[in-house]
């Protein structure tokens, strides 16, 4: 994706996902392509498929489109991306035997309550100075007709906007869905398979997808839900009020557009590669992440003619000395060539990035910092 506030300051956009805040466990994303990234750690097991309407980022050569925006219901609903993801929570280590009580991380014993899991935006630096007009008018249209569960708080240090992941997903199916890749790749239906639909109606779960976010609006109905570990979900984030091909946002009755906001100087003046935006899933009581996914704009001038991230001394990399993950090789220890992978009788190609670290915290651990 290439923004041009001016002729001099170009960016591109690069989509990484890890299991934790630490970007040396991250892997590139290969936005628009049907075969899923593999996320692995001591806490989740996730495939990730990242969708981007006119995408023009890294790697070079993307799709700038996938089936999926041309198959309903998101043709109709012109969205503008998707995150969509296979979730398989495991028990950490310690944790209770016993499933009718409670473990010592805060969590149901058998999995995570629906009142701990979360997912949304969290930020390592202020940006309250840098918030454009209108946003907190904003921020009232996005709780009110989009995501009422959001909690947050735009102005803190650390800032943050997270709603429970049970209420904030589009789509959440108790079984693993499927992989068609005439619809993109990992696809998924409200409901679940047999075993998941049957879970669903003893809680109580109504059947389609905005009744069941508006049903887990409620405490008392949150906890009847548990992400049981060793259940394989199919969960879809999507929407089309973020416009990633043009940085704008597009709400109901409010549009505003984000890249005159941007700055390179402030990069520059930093020491940082990139403004970025940061999707977390997390458990709020123990601070485990369990998949953090960075959408990354990088000023052109950045970026090696073969897609590779510039550092200060002119390796590729991050700016802590990690070398990030690209398609074509093994960093860190984390493959990210292919692998195959059946699911469901099918064979998959999938990307894959393991690690052990559990970036626990409210959002430490990067050294590119938030948008900006």
Do not use: C
């Amino acid at each position: 994706m290439r923004l041009s506030r001016t002729p001099k300051d170009k960016y591109i956009l690069r989509v990484t996902a890890g299991p934790s805040y630490d970007e040396g466990t991250h892997v590139e994303v290969p936005v628009n392509e049907a075969a899923p990234v593999r996320i692995k750690s001591d806490l989740a097991d996730i495939e990730l498929n990242v969708r981007i309407q006119d995408y023009k980022g890294l790697p070079r050569g993307s799709p700038s489109t996938s089936p999926y925006f041309s198959t309903e219901p998101h043709a109709s609903n012109q969205d503008q991306y998707s995150i969509a993801f296979r979730f398989t929570p495991l028990k950490p280590a310690g944790a209770s035997e016993d499933d009718g009580g409670d473990d010592a991380g805060g969590g149901a014993a058998s999995g995570i309550r629906a009142a701990d899991l979360q997912f949304g935006n969290d930020f390592d630096r202020p940006i309250r100075d840098k918030l454009p007009p209108g946003f907190n008018y904003a921020m009232n249209i996005v709780k009110w007709w989009i995501d009422p569960g959001l909690e947050g708080d735009a102005y803190a240090d650390k800032p943050y906007l997270y709603g429970p992941a049970l209420s904030s997903f589009n789509v959440v199916s108790v079984g693993p869905g499927e992989f068609d890749e005439s619809k993109g790749g990992l696809w998924f239906e409200e409901g679940g398979d047999e075993r998941g639909q049957k879970v669903r109606e003893m809680n109580g779960v109504p059947k389609e997808s905005k009744p069941r976010m508006k049903w887990a609006l409620s405490d008392a109905n949150k906890e009847k839900w548990t992400w049981d570990y060793g259940q394989t979900y199919g969960i879809d984030f999507f929407n089309p009020y973020l416009d990633f091909a043009n940085m704008a946002i597009r709400l109901p009755g409010f549009q505003l557009s984000v890249a005159k906001y941007l700055g390179a100087e402030a990069l520059k003046n930093d020491g940082r590669l990139a403004h970025q935006l940061r999707y977390v899933l997390r458990n709020k009581v123990t601070g485990d992440t369990y998949l953090v996914i960075t959408f990354a704009l990088y000023l052109e001038e950045s970026i090696h003619e073969d897609g590779t991230v510039k550092t200060a001394n002119g390796t590729n990399g991050t700016t802590n000395g990690h070398t990030n993950g690209h398609t074509n090789g093994h960093t860190n220890g984390h493959a990210h060539g292919h692998t195959d992978g059946t699911t469901n009788g099918k064979l998959e190609d999938t990307h894959e990035s393991s690690g052990t670290a559990n970036g626990s915290g409210g959002g430490g651990g990067t050294d590119e910092d938030g948008v900006d």
